[in-house]
Each structure stands twice: as C-alpha cells, then as structure tokens.
C-alpha cells in the first residue's frame, strides 16, 4: 500500500506541481480514504520520499561491506554506488522528480533532514575506518567525512536534473567528490 500511494503522489506532483498537489488529490487518484492516507504517512512530504525510506540502512551495508583498508573518503565514494545506480537505473521520470525535489525548498529541507539521519547510520564505520571512537561527540572527523560525501551527492544532484541533456550521475558524483579529496 505505502508504494502504490507513493507512486500516486509522485505522479501528481509531476503532473501539478508540490504545492498544488493535496493529501485529497492523492487519496482520490490512489481511491483511499484520508484516513488510510494517514495511517501511512504523517504527511504528503512522507508519502513522496517513502519509497527511499530504507536507502540510509542499504548505504550503511553497501559502506561495510567495502574493503576494511580501503581510505574513509574512496570507501564513502563507493558505497554511494548502491544510491547512484538507483538513480539512473530508473527513467527520465526519476531525474524529474529529482529537480523537483532540489529546487523546491521544503523538499530539499525534507531531504537535507533525512541526510542528518544518515550521520548517525553511517558515522560508527567511518569512525572506525579513521581509527576514531565512534562514540566521542568531541571527534569531529567522522561527521566531516559524511557531511562532506552527502554534500556532494546533493551538488551531483542539482547538476544532474539542470543539465538539458543527461550525464551520467556517478561521473558527476566523482566530479563533485575529487574537489573535495582524492578518490583513490
């Protein structure tokens, strides 16, 4: 149910636009009550990030599972393959609804809030992966690392929905992060 409303709102707000999309236009085209709405989802901007909901604990294996040597930053840059590949494994319709999402500022908020959700996921392995303990709020190094590579796939994502013609979003991605260190 929670992807089939998903799907609804998504449609709409691509069809009318965010603001002009409301809870009873998505009830009506995925023909629920307001109250099965809410059982869902706390809000419309819920129901539109709903499908990415896990794409935090997915980012997490992808980084554990990257070789145990291998530096914070390339490690970071690879687990972000699993996120990449989602993005352009889908069509035209996802880098739509990416735009949309960039260049609308309660859903970029929205985003940016799942983002520091990320920290907390993700900072216990670039902890230990700098050889810090990933339990001193006094260590900044960690958060650094991730605030940085979040950074960077948010600047990829703007690039990629501006641009009239599509690149691939992993060249953007290593474009972004390169600036920031090396990824090798």
């Not at 980084?63 to 590949?85: K, Q, Y």
């Not at 670039?126 to 650094?144: S, V």
């Amino acid at each position: 149910m929670r992807a089939e409303v998903a799907a609804a709102v998504q449609d709409l707000v691509l069809e009318r636009g965010y603001q002009e999309t409301t809870v009873d236009d998505i009830c009506a085209a995925a023909e629920i009550s307001r109250s099965t709405f809410f059982r869902y989802f706390a809000s419309k901007e819920e129901a539109l990030f709903g499908m990415a909901a896990d794409a935090g604990e997915r980012l997490r294996e992808a980084l554990g599972a990257r070789p145990p040597g291998e530096a914070p930053w390339v490690a970071m840059r690879r687990a972000l393959d699993t996120l990449i590949e989602e993005y352009e494994g889908h069509d035209e319709r996802t880098r739509r609804l990416t735009g949309l999402i960039v260049s609308t500022p309660s859903l970029a908020a929205r985003h940016r809030e799942k983002n520091a959700r990320w920290h907390e996921l993700l900072r216990p392995e670039i902890a230990r992966r700098l050889g810090a303990d990933p339990a001193d709020p006094a260590d900044p190094r960690a958060h650094a690392v991730i605030a940085a590579a979040l950074g960077c796939v948010e600047a990829a994502l703007t690039a990629w929905t501006a641009r009239s013609r599509p690149q691939a979003l992993a060249e953007i991605l290593d474009s972004a992060m390169g600036a920031v260190g090396p990824l090798e």
